[in-house]
Nanobody, 118 residues
Framework: QVQLVESGGGLVQSGGSLRLSCAASGRIFSSHAMAWFRQAPGKQRESVAGISIGGSTNYAESVKGRFTISRDDAKNTVYLQMNSLKPEDTAVYSC????????????WGQGTQVTVSA
């Protein structure tokens, strides 16, 4: 069973930065794509950024140029660097892992709150 633990959320002013971390309980990056999702109150969960097993990245249009997803294989950790934060980025951010044989994310973290004040 894989466990994912996020950290790094908090309160930041508009225009500020935060770096989220997602620590996996084992070496899964060679078999799992990773992604960050977010869910704001009253809204559906949306994909923010993803990184494939091979290291390719993709981003939601709303965060392109501001957010960067990366991973450290030695530390079993995925990061989300968030710059130029806006109030509309306020949400609970969760990381997720998807085994290459599956079409859905089968492991999820508990989430970390990010609040951006105007």
């Amino acid at each position: 069973q894989v466990q994912l633990v996020e950290s790094g959320g908090g309160l930041v002013q508009s225009g500020g930065s935060l770096r989220l971390s997602c620590a996996a309980s084992g070496r899964i990056f060679s078999s799992h794509a990773m992604a960050w999702f977010r869910q704001a109150p009253g809204k559906q969960r949306e994909s923010v950024a993803g990184i494939s097993i091979g290291g390719s990245t993709n981003y939601a249009e709303s965060v392109k140029g501001r957010f960067t997803i990366s991973r450290d294989d030695a530390k079993n950790t995925v990061y989300l660097q968030m710059n130029s934060l806006k109030p509309e980025d306020t949400a609970v951010y969760s990381c997720a892992a998807k085994h290459y044989s599956l079409g859905y994310y089968n492991y999820w973290g508990q989430g970390t709150q990010v609040t951006v004040s105007a």
